[in-house]
């Protein structure tokens, strides 16, 4: 397995032009001896995974690490790149100590990174051992030509955009009957227990809604249109380096070329309470006008023009063990419905006079707050009663 990363074709299509003054036709030559080695001494299974891994290491893991460490002990010069400020650091604040909650999350999204691994492999192997069909990526001698690896690569970001808005949309944000409640209930209480997006946390999710949301809308595209190992590799890099910058919090890197919108809308979607931003990229929420954006004030709106905004805080938290459930609070007090009312009011003053639909769009506010409220607290009451 370690023979087939290292031979992996766009590591040496990359790394040898930077390490040598070789030619064009030196890298070429080079590049079908490394090829056709590759094809011819490794299974398809091995090669597969092997550029998984070996993507999601040099373009996921490390950087994503490295960015974590760098919020972690240096929050001073790392608020100064963030895109929400002290907010968006793990910790919240700079002045803040190491807890052990951010190591948590660290921990478990490498965790669901190793799960999706396995559950790929699990697909190729029961796709080649037991149904007897061809491997769910094309290796041939014959290298796919540049506008070729275009196409593929739109056609399987377009299927992935699709796939993760309905999934995310209508599985992990759905209360319709009992399995998607349940699965709702993991990603609220796991995901959506993170203030803000930060560093490793693209990946961090309870193991079932992840999976669902996250890893099947990555690998299904791929393996149902066979793509060729060189645009599979390309595929995946895109993919990785995505998540890394779009996830990352900075102000900065990610707003090359489109990644800023993609950043902000990935932190839109966790501030307003997942109002909408379903999309990975918000194609399919442009599409069907539900995504949420950020006004001057503060506060989200949707495409619709209807008002979003997150619950307050709830004060006396109960615990559990003496920790606070992840993404759990109390029943509301009378300070947070005070701080709910001063909300509301604030809501009104602000608003353009001569604005038609005022009244209906803060009383959307209001019943999209009671109802956020009230479905904390059923929760709640449900984690409570389990443990």
């Not at 890893?215 to 390309?234: E, F, G, N, Q, W």
């Amino acid at each position: 397995m370690a023979s087939s990363i290292f031979a992996i074709p766009f590591f040496a299509i990359f790394v040898l032009p930077l390490i040598g003054s070789y030619g064009a036709s030196f890298n070429l030559v080079f590049f079908y001896m490394t090829w056709t080695i590759l094809i011819y001494s490794h299974s398809a299974f091995k090669i597969e995974l092997g550029s998984t891994l070996t993507v999601r290491f040099f373009f996921y893991v490390i950087p994503s690490i490295v960015f974590f460490l760098f919020d972690i002990f240096m929050p001073s010069g790392s608020v100064m790149l963030k895109a929400q400020g002290e907010f968006g650091l793990p910790a919240k604040s700079k002045r803040s100590k190491i807890r052990r909650k951010e190591f948590k999350v660290a921990g478990w999204s490498l965790l669901n990174l190793v799960s999706g691994l396995a559950l790929q492999a699990l697909i190729e192997i029961t796709r080649t051992s037991y149904f007897r069909c061809q491997s769910t990526m094309r290796l041939e001698f014959l290298v796919p030509m540049p506008w070729e690896i275009a196409v593929d690569l739109l056609l399987v970001i377009i299927a992935r955009e699709v796939l993760a808005y309905v999934i995310h949309r209508y599985v992990l944000h759905s209360k319709h009957n009992r399995v998607t409640r349940r699965i709702s209930h993991y990603h609220e209480t796991w995901y959506h227990s993170l203030h803000a997006p930060y560093p490793l946390t693209a990946h961090y999710d309870h193991p079932l809604p992840y999976l669902i949301g996250t890893v099947i809308p990555v690998i299904l595209p791929a393996a149902v249109s066979r793509l060729h190992l060189i645009t599979y590799a390309v595929y995946m890099t895109v993919i990785s380096l995505e998540e890394t910058l779009t996830f990352s919090g900075y102000l900065g890197m990610p707003s090359l070329l489109f990644l800023g919108g993609v950043a902000r809308r990935r932190e839109m979607h966790l501030l307003s309470g997942a109002a909408g931003n379903f999309g990975p990229w918000g194609m399919m929420d442009w599409l069907f006008r539900s995504g949420v954006t950020e006004l001057a004030n503060g506060h989200a709106m949707g495409e619709t023009g209807a008002v979003a905004q997150p619950a307050a805080p709830a004060a006396d938290v109960p615990t559990v063990n003496g920790e606070v459930p992840n993404g759990i609070t109390s029943r509301p007090s009378r300070r947070s419905q005070r701080l709910t009312t001063e909300a509301s009011m604030r809501t009104r003053s602000m608003v353009v006079p001569g604005t038609e639909h005022i009244e209906e769009r803060v009383d959307q506010v209001i019943a999209q707050h009671a109802r956020r409220r009230q479905r904390q607290h059923r929760l709640r009451r449900e984690v409570l009663s389990d443990d």
